[in-house]
């Protein structure tokens, strides 16, 4: 169980939440859905219940187990085996090398003494670890990664050997194995989840989300997933942007939007009722203040009218959205870009072996692949940021290209959003940039807060800033719109409606693709070439 009490959460000197009282608080049973816009706080928030951040005021107290999935997971040592970083949510890693260390030294030592010392100890290891699920945990672990859309081979890699979205689906893989005891049995672990679904597939979601259903413990979602949060959350916190307060309702998904829509309504109508009132009271307080018998009732009937709009509930200012645009496109030659050959391997394990293409001016070109066909590494072969084994890009005149990292790599987490968009467009005016993020909403002391302390959607608008400061004629989109509220989705899909320069584009939203309007699809990891068709459409939406 977790309990925030007065919990008052700040963004340097602006303030995302203020939470008075025991008002959030998370038991066994409830699945809440944590919402609200980019930058309401949701992010920090759930990082505070985690304990893996200070609140500014306020205090948290935790009881029981946590199992805290960040937006973007740091997995620390990445020369550990996947399969070992899933056991270690349990601790069976350290007992299974723990184990064969004591089977060898039975093995060796020619002392009785010491024989019956190592046997006593493998005894008390193998008891331990047998309570621990451990001759049934790494089919366990199997079977949670396997649903989470991993190959079995996956488990035997290296974790650097993988990519970003099967590095973060091993990171969930971890968490969802330390809350299950593989017998079905109850946990009272607490689960603190922030945008689960990314790089999953249609099956893995799924399967998710009937865990999360019959997950026993607390459970503390956020998600763009509306259809995960209709299915799984019965409460919801909902973070207002705008009042630096959480709402909390006691409903589940529907019933909560249902509320929201009923409220809407209701603080419209008693504010036009009260408006009218007032705006009655103040004509009459006009006729009488003429009057200076009158001048005392004028008055009183003035503070009645502004007492009357003060006690109203407070007005839910609409969402501000990003004004996101692409840029236009700096002239190029009919082919600004060529890559022959290109391969990759990590080890022993082969990415994808003979990669040909050509990116024309004004081209549209989305990348297939199951996840670890290698999409993420092909794009930062194009981008410069990561070079191929074999094979050669060959950049065509007047090539600029404009690169998006799903796990934001273009960022620099330890410096600020305005050294960010500095280093990202070094040659734009001061005033320019200001405006630019401005655009972005990004304004005032925002500007000096750490790109590492922001929520994933407003990494992705950061970065998203120093593409359309960029004048590049093509984009190399990885996943844009991951994180991103569906008001700032819809703007980065219109974006992409009218960009009139190239594009390769890796996703799984079927939005992103049909706005695109892509002339061409790369399977990978053949690198096969074809003409875009409804098929490929369905094979996203399936995906």
């Known amino acids: 169980m977790i309990t925030a009490t007065d919990l008052e959460v700040r963004a340097g000197v ?69 399969k070992d970083r899933v056991l270690s949510a349990r601790g069976l890693d350290t007992l299974l090398r723990d184990l064969e260390k004591q089977q060898a030294l039975m093995a060796e030592v020619a002392d009785d003494a010491a024989r019956d010392k190592a046997i006593r100890t493998y005894g008390q290891l193998e008891e331990r670890f047998s309570a621990l699920g451990g001759y049934v945990a790494e089919s366990d672990a199997a079977r949670i990664c ?60 799924s399967w998710l989300r009937d865990f999360l259903q019959a997950h026993d413990g607390g459970l503390v979602v956020i998600s763009h997933d509306v259809d995960l949060l209709a299915d799984v959350v019965n409460r919801v916190w909902f973070l207002d942007a705008v009042r630096g307060e959480a709402d909390v309702y006691n409903m589940g998904w529907q019933k909560y939007l249902d509320a929201r829509a009923t409220d809407e309504q209701r603080r419209k109508r008693e504010r036009a009722n009260a408006e009218k009132k007032a705006g009655a009271l103040r004509a009459q307080a006009a006729k009488l203040g003429a009057k200076a018998t009158k001048a005392t009732a004028a008055q009183n009937m003035l503070k009645r009218a502004d007492r009357m709009i003060s006690e109203l509930d407070e007005e839910r200012v609409a969402d501000r959205t990003a004004r996101i645009r692409f840029p236009d496109p700096a002239p190029c030659g009919k082919t600004p870009l060529m890559a022959e050959g290109l391969t990759k391997v990590y080890g022993s394990l082969e990415i994808f072996t003979g990669v040909d293409l050509a990116i024309d001016k004004g081209s549209r070109v989305v990348v297939l692949g199951l996840n670890g066909a290698g999409k993420t590494t092909l794009l930062r072969l194009l981008a410069g940021t990561e070079r191929p084994d074999t094979g050669v890009i060959e950049p065509g005149y007047g090539l600029k290209i404009g ?47 750490p790109a590492g302390t922001l929520s994933g959607g407003e990494k992705t608008r950061l970065a998203l800033a120093g593409l359309v400061s960029s004048a590049a004629n093509l984009l190399l989109l990885d996943e844009p719109t991951n994180n991103l509220d569906p008001i700032s989705r819809e703007q980065v899909l219109d974006a992409l409606r009218s960009y009139t320069g190239a594009v390769v584009l890796v996703t799984h939203d079927p939005g992103a693709a049909a706005a695109l309007e892509p002339e061409r699809v790369i399977l990978l990891p053949d690198g096969t070439e074809d003409h875009w068709s409804t098929e490929y459409q369905e094979l996203i939406e399936l995906a």
């Open 146 to 205: 396997h649903s989470l859309g991993l190959p079995d081979r996956v488990l035997d890699q290296q974790l650097k050997t993988l990519s970003g979205g099967q590095r973060r689906r091993i990171e969930l893989a971890r968490i969802l194995f330390a809350a299950s005891d593989g017998s079905g049995g109850k946990s009272d672990t607490t689960l603190l989840l922030d945008e689960p679904t990314n790089h999953l597939d249609a099956d893995s979601i």
């Open 14 to 82: 602006r303030t995302l939440l203020s939470a008075p009282g025991p008002a959030l608080r998370i038991q066994p049973g409830d699945r809440i859905g944590l919402v609200g816009r980019n930058g309401a706080g949701k992010t920090t928030t759930l990082r505070i219940l985690a304990g893996e951040g200070e609140p500014y005021a306020g205090g948290v107290v935790r009881s029981g187990d946590i199992g805290y999935l960040p937006q973007d997971p740091k997995e620390g040592d990445l020369s550990v085996l996947a």
């Open 403 to 449: 690169y998006f990292a799903q796990e934001h790599d273009t960022l620099d987490d330890m410096a600020s959003v305005w050294e960010n968009i500095r280093h990202l467009a070094p040659d734009a005016g001061e005033q320019d940039l200001r405006g630019l993020l401005g655009a972005f909403m990004f304004s005032g002391p925002q500007l000096d807060q």
